[in-house]
Every structure is written in structure tokens, then in C-alpha cells.
T-cell receptor, first 111, second 114 residues
């Protein structure tokens, strides 16, 4: 059974601080996505990484896919209250097209 | 990407009744998924709904409890049958587009069973 371990589960920081969220697995994924979800809404896709070692940047967010395509990280620089939300990683592999989901990181950025 | 709408956005239902949730997509898609989520927690896949075939259910979910219809490539419904308070949750539909497993989600249906 494929698992995706996401940490930390909860994070409360002050505005301006940096943070990193990790997703780790013993399985290889064809692609890995990061989503952000705000209360009352569905998850919104932030980024997809597909190549081992790939780094993608989205403003103050930096996403990295591990060389072996088994792990990924999300780094936020100078967090802002608007970054508050539930961050979810999800990996895709296999022909059934299902995603394997991490447990999520609930981020609160305090002004 | 795709734009997905869900109806209803929320409902409060009596135990023993059934609720049908609708999911409408603005483009034709092959793969649709139904999830359940407790607030602040991760997603649990209920079933995969492909047009023209029976839905594929995950362990712990059965067709009698969660019947799914997928009449065409832009629409699906999930029914939560014979509801109990344990069915109180957020129900989300999503679609996959492209080749890299990316999924796009509707806004969810918040169900409360009393």
C-alpha cells in the first residue's frame, strides 16, 4: 500500500517567518501535486512536479521533488496571513489514476 | 483546468433519509472522483466514476450506501443513502485532466445529519 507521510500536521507562525512542509514516501510517484484549501472551498492545485530534482517557484512558494521521486517539500518565504490554510500533497502513480494523499498541514499565519 | 460546481453547497438532513449531490463540469472529462473530508483533515476517496461503466468503490464504501451515476462526460451524482450522523462530512467531487494526475475540485457539499 502506498503511503505519503506529510509533516508537520499543524503549524502556527508569525507573519514574516519561513516554513517548510515535507511529504515523504517509500514509493516512487509519476507526479506529485500540492494543493491549498481554505475553509468552505475545495482544494486548489498549486503546482505539479514530475521530474526528479525538479524545483518550481510560485511567488514566495518553492516546491521541490526529490531526485528519486519519493519525496517533496514546500517552502514558504516570509509567510503572510493570506497563506493560512490546509496544505495537501498528493502523489500519482499507476493506471487507476487515483491520487495518494498526505494527511495535510494546517497552517496559521498570525499578523 | 476545469470549473466544477456542486449542488447543494450545504444541507441539514434527518437520519434515515437520502441526499443526492450533483457535480457539473464545464468541459468533458473522463475521470471523476468523489471524496469525503472532515473539516481540517485530508481527503478520503469514496469512488471513481467513469462514464459508461460502473463506479469503482474504495474499501469501506459500498454502492448500496453511496450510489453514483455518471450519465455523461460533464455530470455525476453521489447519493448518500439512509443517512446517520456518522455521514456528516464534506463531500467533494473532482475531475482529472491531462496526463499528470492533476485533479480539480468542486467547492464541496457540507452535510450535517441530525
Amino acid at each position: 500500500t502506498q503511503l505519503l507521510e506529510q509533516s508537520p500536521q499543524f503549524l502556527s507562525i508569525q507573519e514574516g517567518e519561513n516554513l517548510t512542509v515535507y511529504c515523504n514516501s517509500s514509493s516512487v510517484f509519476s507526479s506529485l501535486q500540492w494543493y491549498r484549501q481554505e475553509p468552505g472551498e475545495g482544494p486548489v492545485l498549486l503546482v505539479t512536479v514530475v521530474t526528479g530534482g525538479e524545483v518550481k517557484k510560485l511567488k514566495r512558494l518553492t516546491f521541490q521533488f526529490g531526485d528519486a521521486r519519493k519525496d517533496s517539500s514546500l517552502h514558504i518565504t516570509a509567510a503572510q496571513p493570506g497563506d493560512t490554510g490546509l496544505y495537501l500533497c498528493a502523489g500519482g502513480a499507476g493506471n487507476n489514476r487515483k491520487l495518494i494523499w498526505g494527511l495535510g498541514t494546517s497552517l496559521a499565519v498570525n499578523p | 483546468s476545469a470549473v466544477i460546481s456542486q449542488k447543494p453547497s450545504r444541507d441539514i438532513c434527518q437520519r434515515g433519509t437520502s441526499l443526492t449531490i450533483q457535480c457539473q463540469v464545464d468541459s468533458q472529462v473522463t475521470m471523476m472522483f468523489w471524496y469525503r473530508q472532515q473539516p481540517g483533515q485530508s481527503l478520503t476517496l469514496i469512488a471513481t466514476a467513469n462514464q459508461g461503466s460502473e463506479a469503482t468503490y474504495e474499501s469501506g464504501f459500498v454502492i448500496d450506501k453511496f450510489p453514483i451515476s455518471r450519465p455523461n462526460l460533464t455530470f455525476s451524482t453521489l447519493t448518500v443513502s439512509n443517512m446517520s450522523p456518522e455521514d456528516s462530512s464534506i463531500y467533494l467531487c473532482s475531475v482529472e485532466t491531462g496526463q499528470t494526475y492533476e485533479q480539480y475540485f468542486g467547492p464541496g457539499t457540507r452535510l450535517t445529519v441530525t
